[in-house]
């Protein structure tokens, strides 16, 4: 017969402890978007355009749409954040929550806007462009 694993209260509680600090990371990252949305969304488009992973028309129309994804961000529900990051989830093994939704806004959303001619780069390199932003502010 096959043993039966039942875990112990003591690896019960460590693994619930792990559990809710990785929740709890991820509402203070949320959370602390609204401090700094307006220094993070221009960080993130220049540095979108300096790394040339997009090409646009217009920069201020771009940094217009990353702050409007950042402030639905801020105000989204977790069902909401984790079907939107869904097709992304599986990029690193713990990525940065505001980082990889951005990254799928890029991908997904924002190569259809008006003033985008073209986005370049892989899934990844957009990843640790916008990631490298979002650490240095929140």
Known sequence: MAKVFRPSTREASILSKIESSKEHARRK????????????????????????????HNKNGLEEQIWRCLDKLSHAEDFDIDYQVAPFRNLLKQPHVVSLYLTAFVVEELINHRDIIDIFGSDEDIYFCINQQVVHYL
């Open 29 to 56: 990252a949320i959370k602390g978007i609204k401090d700094c949305i307006d220094p993070l969304s221009n960080a993130v488009a220049m540095k979108l355009l300096e790394n040339d992973l997009v090409e646009t």
